[in-house]
Each structure stands twice: as structure tokens, then as C-alpha cells.
């Protein structure tokens, strides 16, 4: 395996090929804020919370899914992707109940966004679910961010119980 050579906010770092932005700034104990990946788990590139900017690059990078190259210059922490995690987390709050997911309120505080911003709009409002002795189902909350759906899937179980149901504003995890 090849190694490649980048920068990140201007520290060089070696890594080996098919690293990611978010392992290589990981690796010089740099912390990019994600959401939907999780170590284990293969990325699903849903939430755009780990977004970086790439130097040539029109359009801000995903850290958590996007491979490291050779003489890439990487900035984690610039206005701009300052700006874009303010504005995904005001999404974010406009759309479900986060009251009680305890990172995203901190991000929320980090990156000075405004829950209300865009309020006004249609949050997602669905019934509470108790119909078994396992656990509750509250899809008010739920922020679409796939780790139930991949730990169910390929990523560890291979039982494909839950999926994706409905469309649009609609969406939820169903079986
Ligand atoms: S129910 Fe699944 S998709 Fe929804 S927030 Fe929980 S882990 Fe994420
Ligand atoms: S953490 Fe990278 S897209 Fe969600």
C-alpha cells in the first residue's frame, strides 16, 4: 500500500492510501465535527457536518468519506466551513426535535447557531411508537443519520430488519 503525502491546516502528515480526511486529521489529533459517521461503520455521507475545504476544490469536501491525496491542502476549521456547519445545524434544529442529543447541542453552541433561524417551517411530527418491550420508537427525534439502519445491515448484523420508509419530509426508519 502506497503512502501519500498531504497537508492539513499546514501540518504535513504521511498516510497510507485510501485514508480518509477526517482519519488523517484525526491522526494529528485535529477534531472535524461529524454526525451520521461513526468509526465502525462504513460513512454515509449524510449530514455534511465533517466538511473541510480543499484547496482547488469548488466545493467543500467531505471528511468522513472523502480519500486522501497526494499534495492535497486541507483546512478543517476556515469561515466559510465554519459557516457551512452553522447553516446544516440550523437545518438540523428546523427539522427535528434535538433536545436531548447532547452533541449536537454542543456543536450548535460551538458553531453560534440559531435554532430558530429557520423556523417557521414544517418540523418532522410523528407519533411516539411503544407497541413493544424493547424500546420506543420516536421519529420526532430521529435525525435520519443511518447508523441503526448500517448496524442492522452489512456494517454488523447482516439481518436487513430496518430500512428506509416513506419520502421526502416523510422519510423514517421503518422494518
Ligand atoms: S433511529 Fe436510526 S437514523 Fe434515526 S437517529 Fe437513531 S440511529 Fe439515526
Ligand atoms: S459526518 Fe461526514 S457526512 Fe456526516
New binding site residues.
Partial sequence: MSDITLTIDNQTITVATGTTILQAAQQLAKEIPTICYHPHFSPPSLCRMCVVEVEKSRVLAQACSRACESGMVVRTDTPRVQQARKVILELLHSAVDVSQATEILEYTRKYGAEPERFGGGKRRDLPLLDDNPFYVRDYSK????????QACGEDVQWTFAIHRAGRGFETR?AT
Fill in positions: 430521529c435525525i435520519l443519520c443511518w447508523r441503526c439502519v426508519i
